[in-house]
């Protein structure tokens, strides 16, 4: 869950970055694929899968089919989760909390070194 910190820390850096237009416009889950989509100001699109995020890891289709984007395109919010994810740290490659990446890192460390 995100605190009010850092929503209000985020509010602050997204208000920062409106003018590079690396905020989130829009966001989608497609259950066929499993993977989320989030479409930037900056008219790039970022996708990854389902199981990337330790938020979406274990929460059902139904549970991603419903996406808002909120505080300005900072966050990307599951409102059935209650839960959701910053658009900074996904454009930093961080989807979950320091334990998740680090189990992350070392199951798929194939990836790690393309």
């Known amino acids: 869950m ?3 910190r850092e929503m209000l820390e985020s509010e602050q ?5 409106k003018a590079t237009g ?17 479409t930037l100001k900056k008219g790039l699109t970022v ?8 938020v979406m890891s274990t929460a059902s289709d139904d549970d991603l089919s ?3 984007v909120e505080g300005r395109g900072s966050y990307v919010i599951f ?3 209650d839960d959701g994810f910053m658009v900074e740290s996904m454009l930093m490659g ?7 990446e680090q189990e992350w890192a ?9």
Do not use: C
């Not at 966001?27 to 694929?33: E, K, V």
């Not at 961080?94 to 998740?100: P, S, V």
């Open 2 to 4: 995100i605190s009010d």
């Open 13 to 17: 850096r997204a208000d920062r970055k």
């Open 22 to 38: 690396m905020y989130a416009v829009a966001a989608r889950y497609d259950r066929q694929t499993q993977t989320m989509h989030v």
């Open 47 to 54: 996708s990854f899968p389902k199981m990337r995020s330790q």
């Open 66 to 68: 419903e996406v808002v």
């Open 79 to 81: 409102p059935k989760l």
């Open 94 to 100: 961080r989807f979950g909390n320091d334990r998740w």
């Open 106 to 114: 070392q199951k798929h460390q194939e990836m790690q070194a393309a």
